[in-house]
């Protein structure tokens, strides 16, 4: 089992009980059934940024809350130098380095997204607001309902997060771009 999934995992079942809400109600919210769930407080499941988006706003906590068990304290300026954000690795296709981690009331959640090429259909997510992201390096095709674009160093989409979307890395090298998840 991998320590930081278990760690994030703890803090859902701890905030959870806190708030009040029982495991079935906090799955019905975050539309997956109990079984499911129950996974990502045990640690079994990788976390998507959309669960973890998502299951913060039912929760009433910043996003770093979960990840991290630390709230952002910062309310004026926050600075991240290269390679010293808060990095959460989700699965073996994504990377995720929060790059705002100690600012609190954010108004959007800025992170670096690496993705590594993969052959396997990316699995799509949503959540509220919306969402940007520029490409900085490599190639990647950006899904988003049923429609797809390559998008390629130096090009950007501006979206509706609530429509299913995903990044897939294509050709042989990792893709990595800014996301900026807007509330």
Do not use: W
């Not at 089992?1 to 009980?17: F, K």
């Not at 709230?71 to 390679?83: A, E, I, M």
């Not at 990377?95 to 090429?117: D, Q, S, W």
């Not at 997510?125 to 900085?136: A, C, K, P, S, T």
Request: charged share 25%; proline share 3%.
């Amino acid at each position: 089992m991998n320590p930081q999934l278990a760690e994030i995992g703890m803090r859902l079942l701890t905030l959870r009980e806190i708030c009040g809400i029982s495991s079935q109600d906090m799955a019905q919210r975050l539309d997956m059934n109990v079984d499911d769930y129950l996974m990502y407080e045990k640690g079994e499941a990788d976390f998507s940024f959309s669960f973890l988006y998502n299951a913060a706003k039912i929760l009433g906590v910043d996003i770093l809350d979960i990840m991290s068990g630390d709230s952002p304290k910062l309310s004026t300026c926050t600075v991240v130098k290269r390679g010293k954000g808060y990095a959460v690795k989700e699965d073996s296709q994504y990377g995720y380095t929060h790059l705002a981690y100690t600012f609190r009331n954010k108004k959007g959640e800025p992170f670096l997204v690496c993705v590594e090429p993969s052959n396997k259909i990316p699995v799509m997510h949503e959540h509220d607001g919306q969402e940007f992201n520029y490409i900085l390096s490599g190639q990647i095709k950006f899904f988003i309902g049923d429609i797809s674009y390559i998008l390629s160093e130096g090009d950007s989409v501006y979206f509706d997060s609530s429509v299913p979307h995903a990044e897939q890395a294509i050709g042989n090298k990792k893709a990595e771009f800014i996301a900026v998840v807007m509330k």
